[in-house]
């Protein structure tokens, strides 16, 4: 029973400093930057654009190359601007989000694991084979774990789809939408 309330206490202590390094303050207008990886498809080309959304611009994005939120505090960062005519489709995620959904999926299968294997309680004696309640509450969530993982990981995988299509219209529709996410508000 200790066994199982101290794996879950730490595993909760983790949870608190998961987003340590998730956003820095800026140094003008002391906003936080939060990273957001962005997707872009051209109408053009076959490839996608890969970055962060750094500015909404009135007929134009810009994409930053970096993924490392320090680089925005001291300007090491290349971005590149795209035009809305060549945009075909957005999509965005949360930097560390699969990350995070692994770890939270899989402690909340440990735990809830744990909790029906304790419950259960020892086996009665005289059974071919006696098990106690922390060993079930082991053997219980271990398994949930790895199916809690995969769940948070598929939660964690999921996109934020805007379609532009090359349209001002579809652009002007999502534009504070998009600006939300990016790393320049203004």
């Given at each position: 029973?200790k066994?199982?309330?101290s794996?879950?206490f730490?595993?909760?202590?983790?949870?608190n400093?998961?987003?340590?390094q998730?956003?820095?303050?800026t140094?003008?207008n002391?906003q936080?930057?939060?990273i957001?990886r962005?997707?872009v498809?051209l109408?053009?080309?076959p490839?996608?654009?890969k970055?962060v959304?750094y500015?909404?611009?009135?007929?134009?994005?810009f994409?930053?190359?970096?993924?490392?939120?320090?680089?925005?505090?001291?300007?090491?960062y290349?971005v590149?601007?795209?035009?809305?005519a060549?945009?075909?489709t957005?999509?965005?995620?949360?930097?560390?989000?699969?990350?995070?959904?692994v770890?939270?999926?899989?402690?909340?299968?440990?735990?809830?694991?744990?909790?029906?294997?304790l419950v259960d309680?020892?086996d009665?004696p005289g059974t071919l084979?006696?098990l106690?309640?922390?060993?079930?509450?082991?053997?219980?969530?271990?398994?949930?774990a790895?199916?809690?993982?995969?769940?948070?990981?598929?939660?964690?995988?999921?996109?934020?789809?805007?379609?532009?299509?090359?349209s001002m219209d579809?652009?002007?529709?999502?534009?504070e939408?998009?600006?939300?996410y990016?790393?320049?508000?203004?």
């Amino acid at each position: 029973m200790k066994t199982i309330i101290s794996i879950a206490f730490i595993g909760l202590c983790c949870l608190n400093s998961l987003n340590a390094q998730d956003s820095i303050q800026t140094k003008d207008n002391n906003q936080k930057i939060k990273i957001f990886r962005i997707w872009v498809s051209l109408k053009s080309d076959p490839y996608k654009i890969k970055g962060v959304l750094y500015e909404v611009k009135d007929s134009s994005v810009f994409v930053s190359n970096s993924l490392v939120i320090q680089d925005y505090s001291v300007d090491k960062y290349e971005v590149t601007k795209l035009h809305i005519a060549d945009i075909e489709t957005i999509k965005i995620r949360r930097k560390n989000r699969i990350g995070n959904g692994v770890l939270i999926g899989s402690l909340t299968g440990f735990v809830v694991g744990g909790i029906v294997g304790l419950v259960d309680g020892d086996d009665p004696p005289g059974t071919l084979l006696r098990l106690d309640a922390e060993d079930k509450a082991i053997m219980m969530g271990v398994p949930l774990a790895v199916i809690g993982a995969g769940i948070g990981a598929l939660f964690g995988s999921s996109k934020i789809t805007i379609p532009i299509n090359g349209s001002m219209d579809n652009y002007n529709r999502n534009k504070e939408k998009l600006r939300t996410y990016s790393i320049n508000k203004n």
